[in-house]
């Protein structure tokens, strides 16, 4: 007697053979850029703010991954920057670590490349049956895109750990795997910010809050004020900045603040963690 028995259909899955490098005014022509990590919290809206928002520290590029037949199959995002390898250094040293750079601009700073997010951690792009074959792509082939670049260091900043079977063939690519510290999860399931002093703070802080806030509401309001050049530039002799631009000082009505241009209205935009997967010169990590 014979049976019949139903075999399900085998889907062959495409290893991936080119990575271009692209801008961001190029995205545009690929449709599968609007659908990228569809599935994760953020989506590729989230890199589009972070590419217009963050500029000055950041050079941001995407990484094209295209099949045997020219069909993108993934845009892996990745990003530039100049990596300060002595910015834990003491007050002792970063005078004299500032001298030397005032005649080698460069030294100690290492140019690296960067895939993932700027700005939180990073994910692979794509279906997930496709992983495997564009890390080992970007595996292969990232290093020469990195000298291109001018990087002499590759870091897969901050993947989770559910790609590690997919980043291992970086492994053997000469690649290290260094842990990070994981994202961290606040609990803000609060119907108000009443409910949060009640449920999260305790009666000491609750108190010390509504004072403040009492202060603040009698308080006269904060006004902008914008001042000439020539105040800019007697400011700057006595505080020792060399800065030249128009100075925007915040005043209110009880007194003046007295600060300059450089601690009041400039803020520094952050940088990239320092807890990520790194590598050798030239090397990478992954998650």
């Known amino acids: 007697m014979k049976r019949m028995v139903e075999v399900p259909e085998f889907k062959q899955v495409h290893c991936p053979s080119r990575l271009e490098v692209v801008g961001r005014e190029d995205l545009a022509q690929f449709p599968c850029w609007r659908g990228a990590f569809a599935n994760e919290r953020k989506d590729h809206r989230y890199y589009e703010l972070i590419d217009d928002t963050l500029h000055s520290e950041f050079d941001y590029h995407y990484f094209v991954i295209r099949d045997a037949s020219g069909e993108v199959r993934a845009v892996q995002p990745f990003f530039l920057l100049d990596q300060d390898l002595l910015v834990g250094v003491g007050q002792r040293f970063s005078v004299l670590v500032g001298g030397i750079r005032n005649m080698w601009p460069r030294f100690m700073r290492a140019r690296t490349l960067m895939v993932g997010c700027a700005a939180g951690e990073g994910h692979l792009d794509g279906d997930e049956a496709y992983h495997r074959g564009h890390a080992q792509l970007l595996a292969s082939l990232i290093t020469g895109h990195a000298r291109a670049l001018g990087a002499k260091l590759i ?75 020539a105040r800019i530039l007697r400011t700057s002799r006595r505080t020792g900045s060399r800065a030249g631009w128009l100075n925007w000082r915040l005043r209110s009505d009880r007194r003046p603040t007295g600060r300059s241009q450089s601690d009041e209205c400039i803020y520094r935009r952050p940088t990239a963690s320092s807890d990520r997967w790194a590598s050798r010169a030239c090397g990478i990590g992954s998650a």
Do not use: W
């Open 155 to 229: 870091v897969l900043k901050e993947f989770p750990a559910r790609y590690r079977s997919a980043l291992d063939c970086f492994l053997d690519n000469g690649f290290t795997r260094i842990p990070s510290l994981p994202m961290t999860r606040l609990c803000i399931d609060y119907a108000s910010f009443d409910d949060y002093m009640n449920r999260a703070l305790n009666s000491a802080t609750r108190r010390k809050l509504r004072k403040k806030f009492q202060a603040t509401e009698q308080a006269p309001p904060i006004g902008a004020r914008r001042r000439s050049t």
